[in-house]
């Protein structure tokens, strides 16, 4: 029984974890536990601790003795579940979850948890059942998220975004609705870029709401609001400058095949910068001068973890902190630059960056908008994905849209490292196998007298908007007999398959000529798939990126159209990256994303038909492609790793050079 000054006690603790003292709540806990060994919550509260802490088996043994004290009760189950999960126990979490879906089937929390653990599975059928299950209470702001997310994986984006604006609306202090609503207008074709610019800045405006109020999220005592750097301080243009990552895809993920050589490089650079006992001091364009650290918030771990974390000079598992103890932690590294590369992404850190721990803040690489955060002032992208000044992308200027300045890294602000056996080792199922060579399989390539081209799209499911499909039909019908090869995780869902041929159906593409490709093991066995492709198709307006580069690593000619926002455009930009430009339907057949005149929506088909036609009946062109890509990407600004790094450190410097310069007036 608890007596009620053990209460007191027990609520005066809880106070402290409210207020991020984990450090005090945890010996507070550890000095009342010989009293309170029957008490579940307090084993809950110090696996709370233990997790802040970042000491993920004490707090997995202080989770399940909870859980063996609590019972069915969900107020102690459920986060202990979580700190199970979030320290490799997933499985064993499940099992207790199910105690509280037995108890009661409609159970919010218990249903959202199994609806999330379907999302991970890529089973959107079951997860939009969960969820349903789930608001049979009434609306809840978790649930819809995670509902967005089921509909998004099945493809639903004109739903996904419609219920993501009314759940903005409806729940106005939420910042992942907001943030979730600035997604997904991100694959609609007929969103106007304004209106597209207005939900990222709704987001910003609402994380400062957040920020001013005096809510738990971002306000908690001690909340390292503003930079270690403050006004007023002395600022070296010429220091060593501290760069640091934040990042939850530091794993087998697409954006690791570019944040690694960037990485390296830099190392590599500040390697020879020390050894090279001539070199000056201060140098603006000495790559040497850069320190790294990485902060790491992804939960899942992998053999690719450990490279980047290898490259950089610096490197935080920050998979257990909240944002407020991240920026605390960027604070206590005395970080010039921070740089977001997740965006509006699932597992996004933007809170972190809300607070401003770095004097100065970019986002790059991992999301193809403005985050509408004004904390961060430097958004990295290029002059092909966001053109400056007028042009066929209509007004507003890409500029405008931004709450970030932007800096354009010319010639093209990714830089790709394509697998190899030293990369294909980070994925574990996969280990130290080559990838093959570009290979050659379809009709077209044996030259079969009835041979018709094969379509293919490697890219995520969640891409496929309508008009990704209308563009899709329009080469298959200028190719009679022609096929569409599909591939990507979101198709194991028989409900998205449905949706694929029937909406492919109604533009008069019979279900026969789209094929469904199985799920690959491991990088050598998905790369080897495009051997099965004449030609790639692009997704509009999200359009792909690690896809692109790995079908024109394996030799397969990806054809595009060029868009008005960066998600519609980066095709654009890995295309002439390579040289390619031949392969972008131009600017004047663009989509009628972002506001362009319906009336060009024929030309744009029409003209994206025809290209893909011409490419098809050019079996030579498509030959030399397959012998000559890889060679050409090889040698192309794409993966010129030295450039694409000197580059990349003279932009870092320059933003900082500018902060000095602006602190300086």
Partial sequence: MTTPALAGRIHQIHAQIQEGKFEAAHLALQRLLPKAQHVPDVHAMLAQCFMAMGRAEPAAFAARRAVELAGTDPQVILPCANTLACVGYADEADAFVARVLTADPSHTGANLWFANRALDRVDPAAALAFC??????????????????????CGRVSEAAQR????????????LLHSAAAQTHNALEDANPADIADAHRAYGLCMRARMDSSGPSFAAAGSPLGPWLKPGMPRDPGCALRVGFVTGDARVHSCAFFLLPLLEGL?????????????PTHDSDNAGTIETFLYATNR?????????????????????????????RVREDRV??????????????????????????????????????????????????????????????????????????????????????????????????????????????RREAD?????????????????????????????????LVLKAGGLSDPLTRARVTDALGRLGIAPE????????????????????VDIALDTFPYNGTTTTCEALWMGVPVVTIAGRTHAARVGVSLLRAVGMPELVAPESAAPRHAGLDPGHEADRLDEFGRLCADLAEDHARLAAYRAGLRT??????????????????????????DACAAEAR
Avoid at 166 to 172: C, W
Avoid at 632 to 654: I, Y
């Fill in 336 to 445: 010039h630059v921070l740089i977001d590369l997740m965006g509006h992404t699932l597992g996004t850190s933007l809170g972190c960056f809300a607070m401003r721990p770095a004097p100065v803040q970019a986002t790059y690489l991992g999301y193809p908008n403005t985050t509408g955060l004004a904390e961060i002032d430097w958004r990295i992208i290029d002059g092909a994905t966001d053109p400056a000044g007028d042009g066929p992308w209509g007004p507003p200027r890409f500029d405008a849209r931004a709450t970030e300045r932007l800096y354009r890294l010319d010639p093209c602000f990714l830089c790709y490292r394509p697998p190899s056996v030293d990369v294909d080792a980070a994925h574990e199922d996969n280990a130290g196998v080559v990838v093959p060579e570009p290979m050659w399989t379809t009709a077209l390539a």
């Fill in 164 to 175: 993501a604006r009314d759940g903005a609306r409806d729940f106005p202090h939420n910042e």
């Fill in 300 to 328: 899942l771990r992998d053999a690719m973890t450990r490279r980047l974390e290898a490259a950089a000079d610096h490197a935080c598992d920050a998979s257990l902190l909240s944002d407020v103890a991240l920026a605390r």
């Fill in 267 to 279: 190392a590599a650079r500040r390697r020879a910068a020390a050894a090279a006992t001539s070199a």
């Fill in 632 to 657: 050409r990407m090889a040698a192309s600004p794409l993966c010129d790793e030295v450039g694409f790094t000197s580059r990349f450190a003279r932009a870092v410097r320059s933003m900082w050079r």
């Fill in 132 to 153: 349903e299950a789930a608001m049979g209470a009434g609306p809840d702001e978790m649930v819809l998220l995670s509902y967005l997310g089921a509909l998004l994986q």
């Fill in 513 to 532: 000529r789209v094929e469904f490709m199985q799920r690959t093991r491991g990088i050598r066995e998905h790369l080897a798939a495009y051997a099965r």
């Fill in 451 to 483: 041979a018709a081209v094969v379509f293919g799209s490697f890219n995520a499911s969640t891409k496929y908007s309508d008009g990704t499909f209308r563009a899709w039909a329009a080469a298959m019908s200028a190719t009679p007999r022609s096929r």
